[in-house]
């Protein structure tokens, strides 16, 4: 399975972003999706997950993002709002199979076995 993230750029600090992951190569259903960051200096992290249609949280996010999941279209977004400096860094979607997106959020990235090339993400003061 392949997956594209497209949808970074340069915002300022409260403004929103959408991203958006497509899929292809396989049936968009059997895999749970998420996204994940990786911040300068920092290891990858997770961010958000989705599955059928449960979704999945980290902490730092969960009341400024938004992930939702379009399977006419073979393609997950990431509707971040109130963003801050501290959210600047590389986004990459994931896909897995797995049974939930709470189970994905709490695995190992080196489990997850699809990776999509990431899309910067930069928020300026």
């Known amino acids: 399975v392949q997956l594209q993230a497209c949808g970074g750029g340069l915002v300022q600090v409260g403004g929103s972003l959408r991203l958006s992951c497509v899929i292809a190569?396989?049936?968009?259903?059997?895999?749970?999706i998420g996204w994940y960051r990786q911040l300068s200096g920092k290891e990858r992290e997770f961010v958000a997950s989705?599955?059928?249609?449960?979704?999945y949280y980290e902490d730092s996010v969960k009341d400024r993002f938004t992930i939702s999941r379009n399977d006419a279209e073979n393609t997950v977004y990431l509707q971040m709002n109130s963003l801050k400096p501290e959210d600047t860094g590389v986004y990459y979607c994931?896909?897995?199979?797995?049974?939930?997106?709470?189970?994905?959020?709490?695995?190992?990235?080196?489990?997850?076995?699809?990776w999509g090339k990431g899309t910067l993400v930069t928020v300026s003061s």
């Open positions: 994931a896909a897995d199979r797995g049974s939930t997106a709470q189970a994905m959020g709490l695995q190992s990235r080196y489990d997850i076995h699809y």
């Open positions: 190569g396989d049936t968009f259903d059997s895999y749970v």
């Open positions: 989705i599955g059928w249609p449960d979704t």
